[in-house]
Each structure stands twice: as structure tokens, then as C-alpha cells.
């Protein structure tokens, strides 16, 4: 299990983005931390569980919304 400890200053998505790599895996590590629901900027000294994220490879080609029917 992985786990983060917060400097004074973090917020949520700054913490998401370096530990997990992206800002719209946030809601991911709130929940797994919900008891630190009622922070929106941290007190340095919170552990924090950082969440398994399963990595799926790329493939490559275009993303489906972008690709266009033949």
C-alpha cells in the first residue's frame, strides 16, 4: 500500500496528479481517504492512502471520439 504525507498547502488534485499522474484520478484518492473529506487545502502531516490504479496500455491510433467512421 502506498501513502502520501501532505506538506502545508496540498490540495486534492496536486496530490492526485503526483502520486497517480493525472488530476482526473482525483476523485479516486478522495474517496479512498474519505475521513479528510472537509479539507480543501492540507495541514502538512496528513497520511494519505494513495489507491492501486490499474495502468491500461496504449494501443496508439486515434481516441474513439476522434476517429472518424469509413
Same mark, same amino acid.
Do not use: N, R, V
Given at each position: @500500500?502506498? +501513502?502520501y504525507t501532505t506538506v502545508?498547502? $496540498?490540495m486534492w488534485d @496536486?496530490?492526485?496528479y503526483r502520486t497517480l499522474g493525472s488530476v482526473? =484520478? +482525483?476523485d479516486r =484518492? @478522495? @474517496?479512498s481517504n474519505r475521513q479528510? =473529506? $472537509?479539507f480543501y487545502t492540507f495541514p502538512a502531516g496528513i497520511v494519505l492512502t494513495v489507491p492501486e490504479i490499474e495502468q491500461k496500455p496504449i494501443t496508439g491510433g486515434m481516441p474513439p471520439w476522434k476517429a472518424r467512421e469509413t
Open positions: @500500500m502506498k +501513502t502545508q498547502g $496540498d @496536486m496530490i492526485a482526473y =484520478l +482525483t =484518492l @478522495m @474517496m479528510y =473529506l $472537509d
